[in-house]
Every structure is written in C-alpha cells, then in structure tokens.
C-alpha cells in the first residue's frame, strides 16, 4: 500500500482530505501529522497560501522522506479587501477558535448589505516528493457570508459561508456535497493525478 503525509494537525482537514485522496486512489493509505514522530514545524511565515502551504510540504518531506501534501486555506471577504485570508485561523487571536472568529468575522459585517457580502473560499495544495519535486494546485469557491451561523457540520467558516448556487450553508451540506463544491476538493482533485503518478513510481 502506498503511503502519502498529508502535513496537517487539524483534524477535521485532514478528515476532508484523506475522504478525497481514498475515493480517487486506490490503495492509498493517507496518514496525518499526529502519526508520525514529531518534529520541529517551520512557521507559516509567507502573505500567500501558496507560499504558505509550500513551507509545510517541505518540511514534511524533510523530516519524514515521505511524499506529503499540504493545504494552506482560509476566507476572503470583498468587503474587507480579501481578508481574513492567510490569517484566517487565528483571525481573532491565538488560540484559534472557530467560534470566537465566526462572531469577529460577522460583528466586521454587521453593516455590510446582503449584495456586498460576496467572499471566497481559496485552498492551496502543495504537494512535494522525496525526490524534490514539487507541485501547487488552487481550488476557490466563491459564496455569500450569511447574517447569522447554519448549521453544524463541517469547521471553521462553514456555518456563515454559502456558495452560489446553493440553498444551505457550508456547514448544513453533507461531507459529499462539501466535497464536490469546495475549494479543498477542487484543488486536490486537480492534484490527484500527479500524486498517484509518483506514488506508482515508488
Ligand atoms: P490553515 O490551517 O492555516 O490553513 O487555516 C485555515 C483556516 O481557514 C481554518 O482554521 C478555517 O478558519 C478557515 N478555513 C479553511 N478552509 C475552510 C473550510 O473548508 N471551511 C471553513 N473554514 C475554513
């Protein structure tokens, strides 16, 4: 079985990603960072996802020698010129919290319209092997930043995020629908046919 590091302590993600990775490659066997021995986690120092999600990827494959994937994610709001963005996680402060950032996010909006509450969802996957190659694929989801919270799947911002074309919250779609519209399961599946031809070459 082909093993593949998907460079991430959150849980949830990695939950996300190893459903998308399973489905497209058979035979895969997708481990997080808490599987593995611990090792010293560069800080994610860069202004873009790509940047940032490249930093983890490397440090993975230097620490493991395994091929590992990283995602580096967050929201973009119009009205607040993009951000949170890269700082999405920790948009209220450490230690990150969902809730206490979904109550900033929607207290920064509470004057902002229904047709200026237009945001993005962007995801950035990093994939790098042993070998040294490496590779970026984006995934964006554009939506609508709700008046309130709905719903009570998925994490982070999907209670308050809503997709075009959709009826419900991020938070309300089952994990399937999520995946199919979401900007992590865009950008992985775009990445997984370079991640199944390394793994075959090994
Ligand atoms: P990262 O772990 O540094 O990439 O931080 C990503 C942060 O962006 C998360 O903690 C969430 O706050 C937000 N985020 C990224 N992807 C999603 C998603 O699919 N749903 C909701 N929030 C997300």
Redesign the pocket.
Same mark, same amino acid.
């Given at each position: 079985m082909s093993q593949v590091l998907v460079a991430?302590h +959150?849980a949830k993600?990695l939950t996300?990603l190893r459903r998308i990775l399973v489905a497209e490659i058979s035979g895969v066997e997708v481990l997080g960072l808490d599987d593995v021995a611990p090792y010293d986690e560069p800080p994610?120092v860069e202004n873009t @996802?790509e940047g +940032?999600?490249l930093i983890k990827a490397r440090a993975a494959v230097a620490a493991t020698s395994m091929p590992s994937l990283a995602?580096?994610? %967050?929201?973009c709001v119009d009205a607040l010129n993009s951000m949170?963005g890269?700082l999405?996680?920790?948009?209220s402060g450490t230690p990150?919290d969902?809730a206490r950032?979904n109550e900033l996010l929607l207290a920064q909006l509470a004057d902002i319209p229904d047709e200026r509450r237009h945001a993005e @969802?962007r995801?950035a996957v990093a994939f790098v092997t042993p070998d040294g190659d490496e590779f970026i694929e984006i995934g964006v989801v554009r939506g609508t930043i709700l008046l309130a919270g709905r719903g009570s799947n %998925? @994490? %982070?911002?999907?209670p308050l995020?809503r997709a075009d074309g959709q009826t419900y919250s991020?938070?309300e779609l089952s994990a399937d629908d999520?995946d199919r519209i979401?900007?992590?399961g865009r950008a992985l599946r775009d990445m997984v046919p370079t991640v199944a031809k390394a793994l075959r070459r090994r």
């Open positions: 991430t +959150n993600k996300e994610e @996802f +940032n999600a995602d580096d994610s %967050g929201i949170p890269v999405s996680a920790r948009w990150r969902d950032n @969802f995801c %998925g @994490f %982070g911002y999907d995020f991020n938070a999520k979401s900007h992590r």
